[in-house]
């Protein structure tokens, strides 16, 4: 079973990159994680571990590749099913072209091919949409920001 999705993200690559690579924050802002636990303090780097839980169970998952702010992959099991993710960003004029591809194999995903094809293919549907939430709602809330601190910056030179 293969599912692809891809969206285009008003926010800097970087800032989408932080959302995504930012794993223990995950269910901040996708309903669908119930928790999340990334196994290290640092950068993310191939072999890096983590695990998230949704409604299908805990989905333990290894790091495969890193390119930072370009490219994440990770390969995770739960049940009898094995899951393989690959999420690409590329920097546009207006923001961040973000695809990302899922792959499950497994007995299960054999046995029950088109029922979960379908659910495999909503749920990333879902996922960019809830990814390009997040980063657009954190590029404006830092615009603010940098407004905010230019315009008190502005007001205690002007005194």
Same mark, same amino acid.
């Given at each position: ?36 636990? #990334? ?21 333990? #998952? ?16 739960? $049940? *009898? ?29 054999? $046995? ?17 949409? *809830? $990814? ?28």
């Amino acid at each position: 079973m293969i599912a692809k999705a891809a969206v285009d993200i008003a926010a800097p690559q970087r800032e989408v990159w932080t959302v995504l690579a930012d794993i223990d924050s995950w269910p901040t802002w996708n309903p669908a994680v119930r928790h999340a636990v #990334c196994h290290t303090e640092l950068e993310l780097e191939e072999g890096t571990k983590f695990r998230f839980s949704t409604e299908l169970g805990t989905l333990k #998952c290894r790091i495969t590749h890193v390119d930072a702010p370009h490219a994440l992959s990770w390969k995770a099991r739960v $049940l *009898l099913l094995g899951e393989r993710v690959a999420w690409h960003l590329e920097p546009t004029d207006h923001g961040t072209h973000v695809e990302v591809e899922a792959r499950m194999t497994g007995p299960v995903s054999r $046995l029950f091919h088109r029922r979960l094809d379908a659910r495999l293919q909503r749920v990333m549907d879902s996922l960019v949409q *809830l $990814l390009r939430l997040e980063a657009e709602a954190r590029a404006i809330e830092e615009r603010e920001e940098v407004a905010r601190a230019a315009a008190g910056a502005g007001a205690t030179t002007d005194g």
